[in-house]
């Protein structure tokens, strides 16, 4: 593709920026270059907003199997007495109020309900507005149950150290284990930068600091539930009761130096305080009394995943002041980690989840965005089938879920996996490892992709994003085909 004019300009500062910065990387450059050529029809608005459940959220009781047969394997497998539930199998009943009901029915009659306590995310999915994809984790190659337990682990890698939260979140982030600096999501940044006009704003963190929101040039902006993060000081009205201290210490840390590492504090320092003032001014746009219409769309109380996507909302809402076109944002919740107390809390972190994610697609209803943003759960990973006597383990796979206006919705995507602990003597059960671990047949990587070909992203930018790509799917043939689950329009 030649780029216009201004366009090539635009790639030949960046470039000169990324060598100053010492970021010229290879990798770097290539992507400003690419970005720069998806500038020039990054006319519209687009947000991915990622919702990570740290310490690997329970599939089984998350998108729970209702048919008969396959409930009544899935309550003797968590311990339950038939549909009344028990163990850790919920009773089926309690089921009805979230049963979903898509468009066209799966297979062999195969039926699913989200969690009681996910009554919001259960409305969108009925009336067209979010999607269930199945079995997704991390993947090097597409495997098999028998490559799985191959001792060729050349022709059959696995994700390394598996089952480890750390490891994991990094390699869902980042297609790399813990320590890794680069995430897809801040890939999808670089690309994304020359769209914005401020490009610190194009990948945010509600959540404090993870790798999935750093790029190669792309910087992971982080605010607070309240804001922006201020530099305490500097930007207060008086420090010990002095407005002349407050001066003098502002003085101190904007002063150019001739010592190179004073000047980068100094650089960086002042980059803080401006956007600090961008954000405050974009924040403004949502508060009652502000000019043009406030946002009004209730966030439930005592819910730090609706606190932090409230947030998100009002950023979304203040683009104009951030010259944003394109942005991706990260929000957490933390405690899925119940190996014990799972039937005891895990509904209260479900309902959080949903409220929450519920109200946001409000807030961009309100805003008329529900079509150009996009949110999506992610985790450590699944868990096992199998109880361990209160709660379960660590696992592999799991159930995923995708909202938006442009999601394809009330559809479930991939194929449903058997209920089973993997058992030898059923060779058709291809996708359990043992205790009910589920093998991914959908990679982490195809599940971005998608994400990302919605956001944008090019197939041949695509591999330079999500490296394993090239292993799954028709794009194991042709590095040129447009990857595509099917959720996104």
């Known amino acids: 593709m030649q780029l216009p004019p201004h366009s090539r300009r635009a790639f030949l500062k960046r470039a000169g920026q990324l060598a100053l910065s010492g970021t010229a990387l290879p ?32 599939y089984a009781n998350t998108v729970v199997t ?35 009901k898509p468009r066209t029915p799966l297979a062999g009659g195969r039926q699913y309900a989200l969690h009681p306590a996910m009554t919001g995310l259960a409305d969108l999915f009925n009336t067209g507005k979010a999607a269930v994809q199945f079995n997704v984790g991390p993947l090097v190659v597409p495997l098999t149950r ?37 995430g897809w999501g801040g890939h999808l940044g670089d690309m994304a930068m020359a769209s914005n006009e ?74 803080a305080r401006e956007a600090e003032v961008h954000i405050s001014s974009a924040l403004a746009e949502s508060q009652v009394g502000a000019t043009g219409n406030p946002l009004t769309t209730e966030f439930p109380a005592q819910n730090p995943l609706a606190d932090q996507l409230k947030m998100v909302a009002r950023l979304i809402k203040g683009r104009s002041v951030l010259g944003s076109k394109r942005q991706v944002f990260l929000v957490s919740l933390g405690g899925f980690d119940l190996h014990d107390n799972l039937i005891a809390q895990q509904p209260v972190l479900l309902g959080r989840v949903s409220d ?81 671990r589920l093998l991914p047949s959908t990679s982490v990587d195809q599940y971005a992709a998608t994400l990302a070909r919605w956001f944008g992203v090019g197939p041949k930018e695509m591999l330079t994003i999500l490296p394993n790509l090239r292993h799954f799917g028709d794009m194991a043939k042709r590095p040129d085909y447009p990857v595509n689950l099917g959720f996104l329009g």
């Not at 029809?41 to 919702?51: G, H, I, P, R, T």
Request: aromatic letters at 8%; hydrophobic letters at 35%.
């Open 198 to 271: 401020k490009s610190l704003f194009t990948c945010v963190s509600v959540t404090g600091n993870a790798v999935f929101l750093s790029g190669d040039a792309a910087l992971q902006y982080q605010v607070s539930t309240g804001g922006a993060v201020r530099v305490r000081g500097a930007t207060d009205g008086a420090v010990y009761g002095s407005s002349a201290v407050k001066n003098l210490l502002s003085n101190m840390i904007s002063q150019p130096s001739d010592h190179m590492l004073e000047n980068e504090y100094v650089r960086i320092t002042q980059r």
């Open 146 to 182: 028998e490559q799985y337990n191959s001792p060729d682990r050349k022709t059959y890698p696995l994700p390394p150290k598996l089952f480890s939260h750390n490891d994991q979140q990094s390699i869902w982030q980042s297609s790399s284990p813990e320590g890794s600096t680069v």
């Open 356 to 436: 929450a994610m519920a109200a946001f697609y409000r807030a961009t209803e309100e805003l008329g965005l529900s079509d150009s943003v996009t949110t999506f759960t992610a985790s450590d990973f699944g868990r096992t089938l199998t109880s361990n006597g209160d709660g379960s383990d660590h696992g592999w796979g799991g159930h995923h879920i995708v909202v938006g206006g442009a999601v394809k919705g009330q559809a479930f995507y991939g194929a449903p996996p058997p209920v089973s602990v993997g058992n030898t003597s059923a060779p058709q059960d291809q996708w359990h490892v043992g205790q009910g």
């Open 66 to 100: 209702y048919d008969e047969p396959s409930y009544a394997q899935y309550a003797t497998v968590r311990g339950g007495a038939g549909e009344a539930g028990g163990g850790i199998a919920i009773a089926r009943a309690d089921l009805e109020r979230t049963l979903l």
């Open 27 to 58: 990798m770097a450059m290539n992507l400003a270059a690419l970005g720069e050529a998806a500038a020039a029809d990054a006319n519209d608005y687009k947000a991915l907003v990622c919702v990570f459940l740290y310490g690997g959220n329970d």
